[in-house]
């Protein structure tokens, strides 16, 4: 081997090794298990190694206890600015199986895209930005011990004078911020914080997608369990300016995803369906003005909880993929024909869609 190596070339011999060791990465990284922070993290660095050409990965924040939140961008490499799907996975700590979705998402995207087909055709118009954990920290505390698995907040301490730790990042975002289905308690699960973004991890993600949010035209926020899709928004006096097509495009991804293993998943506004709630990182995306925001709540119904055995692991990312694409299709259709449509139309289309939005907004 050594003197074939050498026939080859330094450069050559590098290329066959990097090839073999990205083929051992792929072939022992196990989807089906449930994983601690430090072996994602080693993950998506061999994704980005294996995927030179389509992946990227960007730090865009760090949480309290000073770690990196990094995203995964999958795109083809183009002069032009794209538009972009963002998907977040694991704002709440306890809820293993929405970080297990986000990779096995990016993995799907890719085996997809190099086998050629619908995928190729839509990553020329979008690029896919996925966090697979976004409360680091809080991911990591879930992993400690039996006592700590079921924990959902972030790590930072509380208020003076509050002996507890932890906010309920989906309560902290800007967005009708505290003013329902949210505790001023800062012992309690659902507690939002000092005020809209005191927390590093939703201001992080409020800097990151605030700043192109012309450019996300679509936002997607993992959770469990319920098997749920939930459409903006959290606090019953306000309705979205689309919520028909929201709930149209939701309906279809649930169909989708009972085709993949008979699982019924709902669709609706959370109060709709769940609790009203405030702050959320989904009420946020759909005030700031990107038209399609929804929440999966996965697997399961109750049975198990947040404590989905492994076994299910596949499946309900199966399913959840289904019901994803099918919004990313949807989007990306509707996308194609705005650009096909005369510029000036199109732009007027959108722009009547944000100015919609600011109104909304302005409401609260
Ligand atoms: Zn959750």
Not at 21 to 37: E, Q
Request: neutral net charge; charged residues 20%; proline residues 5%.
């Amino acid at each position: 081997m050594c003197s074939m190596l050498a026939f080859l070339g330094p450069l050559a011999a590098m290329l066959l090794l990097q090839t073999a060791a990205g083929a051992v990465g792929r072939a022992s990284y196990d989807y089906n298990v449930y994983h601690p922070f430090n072996e994602i993290d080693d993950w998506m660095s061999q994704i980005l190694m294996d995927n030179p050409d389509m992946v990227s990965m960007e730090r865009y924040g760090r949480t309290y206890q000073k770690r990196d939140i990094n995203l995964i961008k999958i795109g083809e490499r183009s002069g032009e600015m794209k538009k972009a799907i963002w998907m977040d996975c694991g704002i709440h700590a306890r809820e293993w199986i929405a970080p297990a979705f986000c990779q096995y998402f990016i993995k799907q995207v890719l085996q997809e895209y190099r086998k050629g087909g619908k995928m190729v055709e839509m990553m020329k118009k979008l690029d896919f930005y996925v966090t697979p954990v976004l409360n680091v920290d809080g991911y990591v505390h879930s992993w400690l011990d039996n006592t700590t698995r079921l924990w959902r907040k972030s790590r930072s301490p509380g208020p003076p004078g509050c002996t507890c730790e932890g906010t309920d990042l989906n309560r902290n975002f800007n967005a009708t911020w505290g003013t329902v289905g949210v505790s001023t308690n800062c012992c309690a699960e659902t507690y939002g914080g000092t005020g809209p973004l005191s927390e590093p991890e939703a201001a992080a993600v409020t800097r990151y997608v605030g700043q192109r949010k012309e450019d996300f035209l679509c936002f997607l926020t993992i959770h469990s369990y319920g098997q749920l899709i939930l459409v903006p928004y959290g606090n019953p006096n306000l309705t979205a300016p689309n919520y028909q097509e929201l709930m149209t495009v939701g309906l279809g991804a649930a169909d989708e995803m009972k085709k993949v293993h008979g699982k019924s998943y709902k669709v609706g506004t959370s109060p709709d369906i769940l609790y009203p709630n405030s702050g959320s990182s989904r009420d946020w995306a759909r005030l700031s003005g990107i038209p399609f925001s929804f929440t999966f709540e996965l697997r399961d119904n109750g049975t198990f909880g947040f404590l989905l055995p492994q076994d299910q692991i596949q499946a309900a990312c199966e399913e959840a993929y289904s019901g994803a694409m099918h919004i990313v299709r949807y989007v990306h259709s509707k996308q194609l024909n705005a650009a096909a449509a005369p510029a000036a139309a199109a732009a007027s289309l959108w722009a009547a869609l944000l100015a919609t939005c600011v109104t909304a907004a302005l409401a609260l």
